[in-house]
Nanobody, 115 residues
Framework: QVQLVESGGGRVQPGGSLRLSCAAS????????MGWYRQAPGKQRELVAR???????NYADSVKGRFTISRDNAKNTVYLQMDSLKPEDTAVYYC?????????WGQGTQVTVSS
């Protein structure tokens, strides 16, 4: 059974940093791409960052230069380093892995950026 468990969310002031972690189990971690999505109040769920098995990364325009996705295959963990956080980054962040024929989601972790 595939399980994804996020951690590292919390409340920070604008300009602060957080690092989210997602521990995966039930899959051969290195064989799959990993992604981070978020859903903010009043907005659709959006793809924030993606890390492929080939080492390629993609970011939403809104987070480029501020967020960094990385993965540690030995630890079955994917990370999202978030710097220079803005209030508009406030959202529930989800870790995902596409495993044909479905995509698995973690439970989500809340990130709140406010003064």
């Amino acid at each position: 059974q595939v399980q994804l468990v996020e951690s590292g969310g919390g409340r920070v002031q604008p300009g602060g940093s957080l690092r989210l972690s997602c521990a995966a189990s039930g899959i051969i971690f290195s064989a799959y791409a990993m992604g981070w999505y978020r859903q903010a109040p009043g907005k659709q769920r959006e793809l924030v960052a993606r890390f492929t098995t080939g080492g390629n990364t993609n970011y939403a325009d809104s987070v480029k230069g501020r967020f960094t996705i990385s993965r540690d295959n030995a630890k079955n963990t994917v990370y999202l380093q978030m710097d220079s956080l803005k209030p508009e980054d406030t959202a529930v962040y989800y870790c995902t892995v596409p495993v044909v024929p479905r995509t698995y989601w973690g439970q989500g972790t809340q990130v709140t950026v406010s003064s």
